[in-house]
């Protein structure tokens, strides 16, 4: 794509602009809009946010006002520039421990000194773009938070429900159900169901009427349902009541030794981040259930939320507030309630400002019960049954399981650092457990090992081997999906030392499908994938393997280039005979009787260059591959009479129950290029038609306001480079809009990766999760590909 140049009109004085006819029209200058998704989401957050920041206040030791303050600041700073369009920030419980301990040991308003501190150090943090290990956390660790927070909740919440008051812990407000509920309060107690009800039966209204009644939020109805019920009904119970701002006090310079502010300093900073970002990728694990506002709000720029973050915490600081972070439960209600922005987030804390400033007497008619029903209800929500049987499927309900109990009794931080060490136990666990058994069957000795292979079994992987009698035949089963340098090496030694024997050694995976072997670096270089590969081999037993041109010897007269033969085809036929069907005819003949059951769909450019079982170490039945120009998914109904690429994804998810989908493109794609030099006008040829898909692409490049896709370590070398990064995001975003993979991926049966493969480089790159730059980052030869995310 030409940028636009600046142009000498006939006023030397006033340059202008001209377009290339090629260029996408500029992007008009957009207005700013409240959508009313985000209008009624913030209405049911600050419903959450009012009682909870006065609740947490109130358990610091702050004044009650300091939570209003924070809650404000929260949702309009960190709201507008925080890198989580969601995320709502607020006074978090989280840090109520902390923060008590501080106000303790320095009183106020040095405890706001030391916000403002706290907040400069996130600032800085952020600036160096520290951020993106919080992506190594566990979707265990994600949902055993929430989980737990959750339970925090509406165990507290209950006691409110009741009619009495909460205690300062979990476990001290189990102790003290029993006797709450012999005192319970009946008016509170039939608010509260009052509300349960509404707020559980307004979304089901039937009929039509049901249908535009159900525009109003139900958080909003059920709180004011039941305001209106006790207000007519006289009842007595105890309700919203705001503090005066006459006694507010704003920051000041904490006193002490310089080590211990530091560290106070510090551990602020650590909390407020680490669950920010957590919530922050909590947050994306909620939206990525909602495709289509996935494609609106996209993955949450981390770094550009601990900057949000911090900003938000010297402003709350330096006003008087509590710190501020990234709350889990008013996210959650967020995206519940149906926010679409940012605006959400933004509206509910230029309604908590209202409401302390302006609406005094009408919140104080709200009944305490009612909201703290509702919070409970969000609560309950968060325990994701979904979630459960998730994790229990991967086997880390163990993870899951202490996350939760640790965030329930001990605190958030303390929580999931618990999980990361259980997370980190298991992975060491299961990478160190290796079984190695020997058997002798019918004359040839059977070597099974199960697990992952690494320098650690290598003592007891050499006893059995040589268990095997000199020049026996053996089989060598590998059930695992690693083995490190040192493993190979000593299995590789035994293999040749009894081979040399006479001896036959067959090395196996986990279904007894035989391994090719490296061939002799004495004879050639070449490996198991060369039958393919067009390259000269000095060894003649592998010149079967050459490419049909090289081996024909009929070369152009003129430009000395290998001349097309007519028995190509049948040459390359003939070597896959003699080569490499020995090698696969058992593993095919297995597909054949249990037909195909690949894992991916993979969906990439017809380029010829591309061959997708070397980029991805694949074999037979790994993948369902799609093959166009220029690795397009046409939208839901823009096909144009073109259901191929549609009715492929539909195959591959619905009726082959593939776990992932990979978008590939790769560069120097000439799809990319004729999309780029295309003019407007002219006949409609077939390729004109079909790269009309790709047109939202360029659009996108072209938008200033969306991040560049870019690569690990540099720049894309050009606009084409460009336009194939992008492409390969904006692909992504039209595979969520089909049906059949928005289910899937709603029910968390589907994941969605991008890739790029440099074909001058040999260099594949994968699209990082939650990245905000939507960065691809570089493969190295040590990384997993089959895990991209």
């Keep these: 794509m030409s940028a636009c140049v600046p142009t000498r009109a006939a006023d030397p004085t006033r340059p202008a602009r001209t377009h290339q006819p090629h260029s996408p029209p500029p992007t008009p200058p957009r207005r700013f809009r409240i959508e009313s998704a985000d209008l009624s989401a913030s209405i049911a957050v600050f419903l959450i946010a009012l009682p909870l920041s006065l609740g947490i206040a109130l358990a610091t030791g702050a004044p009650l006002q300091a939570g209003l303050v924070a809650a404000a600041v929260g949702g309009l700073v960190a709201g507008r520039l925080g890198g989580s369009a969601l995320q709502v920030s607020g006074p978090a419980a989280g840090l109520t421990v902390v923060t008590a301990e501080l106000i303790q040991h320095y009183g106020w308003r040095a405890t706001c ?20 290990t919080a992506l190594a956390v566990s979707p265990a660790i994600v949902h055993g938070m929430l989980a737990g927070i959750g339970v925090t909740i509406a165990v507290a919440q209950l006691h409110i429900v009741l009619g009495g008051v909460p205690q300062s812990s979990v476990l001290a407000n189990l102790v003290g159900l029993p006797d709450q509920v012999a005192r319970m309060q009946p008016a509170a107690v039939s608010m509260s169901v009052l509300t349960l009800v509404l707020l559980f039966a307004w979304p089901r209204l039937p009929g039509r009427t049901g249908r535009l009644l159900r525009k109003v939020p139900a958080a909003l109805v059920a709180v004011a349902g039941a305001t209106a019920t006790a207000s007519l009904a006289g009842l007595t ?3 919203v009541d705001l503090p005066s701002w006459s006694s507010h006090a704003l920051a000041g310079l904490p006193e002490g030794p310089v080590l211990g502010v530091a560290a106070a300093v510090l551990t602020v900073t650590l909390v407020c981040s680490v669950q920010s970002l957590l919530g922050a990728v909590a947050v994306d694990k909620l939206v990525s259930a909602r495709p289509e506002l996935q494609v609106r709000v996209g993955r949450s720029a981390l770094d550009r939320e601990l900057l949000g973050q911090g900003a938000a915490n010297v402003v709350s600081g330096a006003l008087g507030g509590l710190p501020v972070a990234g709350v ?3 996210s959650s209600a967020n995206v519940q309630a149906g926010a679409v922005s940012r605006n ?8 908590v400002v209202v409401a302390a400033l302006l609406m005094v007497p009408i919140l104080e008619l709200i009944p305490l019960a009612s909201l703290a029903a509702l919070v409970m209800a969000v609560g309950i929500q968060m325990v994701s049954l979904h979630h459960i049987r998730t994790v229990t499927r991967h086997r880390e309900v163990l993870v899951y399981a202490v996350t939760t109990l640790g965030v329930v009794f001990l605190g958030v931080l303390e929580g999931v650092a618990l999980g990361v060490a259980v997370a980190v136990g298991v992975a060491l666990h299961r990478l160190t457990r290796t079984r190695i058994t020997h058997e002798e069957k019918g004359g040839v000795h059977h070597v099974r090992v199960r697990g992952q292979l690494t320098f650690l079994a290598v003592p007891r992987l050499s006893r059995a081997l040589h268990l095997i009698p000199r020049g026996a035949d053996t089989v060598v089963e590998l059930d695992g999906s690693f083995m490190d340098h040192a493993a190979y090496e000593s299995l590789q030694d035994w293999q040749s030392a009894h081979s040399a024997q006479g001896a036959t050694v067959e090395i196996t995976g986990r279904a007894g499908t035989r391994i090719a072997e490296p061939a002799d670096s004495a004879h050639c270089r ?18 079967g393997s050459a490419s049909p041109d090289t081996r024909s010897g ?14 190509q085809l049948a040459r390359g036929i003939s070597a896959f005979q003699r080569n490499t069907a020995p090698l696969v005819r058992e593993e095919l003949a297995r597909l054949a009787r249990e ?13 010829s260059r591309l061959v997708t079982s070397m980029i991805t170490s694949s074999g037979p039945g790994d993948l369902f591959v799609v093959r166009n120009v220029g690795n397009l998914v046409p939208l839901p109904g823009e096909e144009s009479g073109d259901d191929s690429v549609a009715a492929a994804i539909e195959y591959a998810v619905d009726v082959l129950k593939v776990r992932s989908i990979t978008v590939c493109g790769h560069s ?6 004729a999309l780029l030099a295309s003019e407007p006008g002219g006949a409609l040829t077939p390729l004109k038609r079909w790269l009309r898909h790709g047109r939202p692409s360029v659009e996108r490049m072209a938008d200033e306001h969306r991040p560049k896709p870019r690569l690990t370590g540099r720049a894309p070398a050009d606009t084409v480079e460009q336009l194939c990064l992008t492409n390969v995001v904006q692909q992504l975003e039209h595979l969520r809009a089909h049906d059949s993979v928005a289910r899937a991926l709603r029910d968390g049966a589907l994941e969605l990766h991008g890739m790029y493969f440099h074909v001058g480089e040999a260099q594949a790159y994968l699209l990082a999760d939650g990245d905000e730059a939507e960065l691809f980052g570089h493969v190295g030869a040590a990384d997993d590909l089959r895990h991209p995310a």
């Design 237 to 239: 119970l105890p309700r």
């Design 554 to 567: 009929e070369r152009d007269e003129e430009t000395g280039e290998p001349r097309p033969s007519g028995h």
């Design 113 to 132: 000194g030391i916000t403002v501190l706290a907040g400069l150090t996130q600032l800085g943090l952020g600036c160096l773009r520290v951020a993106r």
């Design 526 to 543: 070449c490996r198991p994938w060369t039958p393919w590969r067009n390259h000269h081999c000095e060894d003649p037993s592998a010149m």
């Design 328 to 330: 889990a439960v008013r």
């Design 668 to 673: 120097g794609c000439g799809a990319m290029q």
């Design 595 to 607: 037909g195909q059951r690949p894992s991916q769909l993979f969906l990439t450019c017809a380029d």
């Design 344 to 351: 959400s987030t933004m509206l509910h804390g230029v309604f």
